[in-house]
């Protein structure tokens, strides 16, 4: 059963960074494709990153150019570095394992990213 641990979150005022880490147990991780996502208060989750087994990454033009997702497989980790954070970034990050576009573990419990104004 895949497990899921995130954090690293916190509150950043805009223009701050942030560094989120994830670990994932009960899968060989070094064969799956990982995502980030996040749930802003009342809104769907939505995706923001992804990176495959591979290493090639994907991004959510909302994060293009300000987020960078990585991996360690010796430390069956990802990591999302958040840089020049805006308000509208608020929310609780989660990761998941993904085939294709499935996500096919049970969420976790999510860090919680603030951005103040």
């Known amino acids: 059963q895949v497990h899921l641990v995130e954090s690293g979150g916190g509150l950043v005022q805009a223009g701050g960074s942030l560094r989120l880490s994830c670990v994932v147990s009960g899968i060989t991780f070094s064969a799956y494709d990982i995502g980030w996502y996040r749930q802003a208060l009342s809104k769907q989750r939505e995706s923001v990153a992804s990176i495959s087994r591979n290493g090639d990454t994907d991004y959510a033009d909302s994060v293009k150019g300000r987020f960078t997702m990585s991996r360690d497989n010796a430390k069956n980790t990802v990591y999302l570095q958040m840089d020049s954070l805006k308000p509208e970034d608020t929310a609780v990050y989660y990761c998941?394992?993904?085939?294709?576009?499935?996500?096919?573990?049970?969420w976790g419990q999510g860090t919680q990213v603030t951005v103040s104004s």
């Open positions: 998941n394992v993904r085939v294709g576009l499935i996500v096919v573990g049970s």
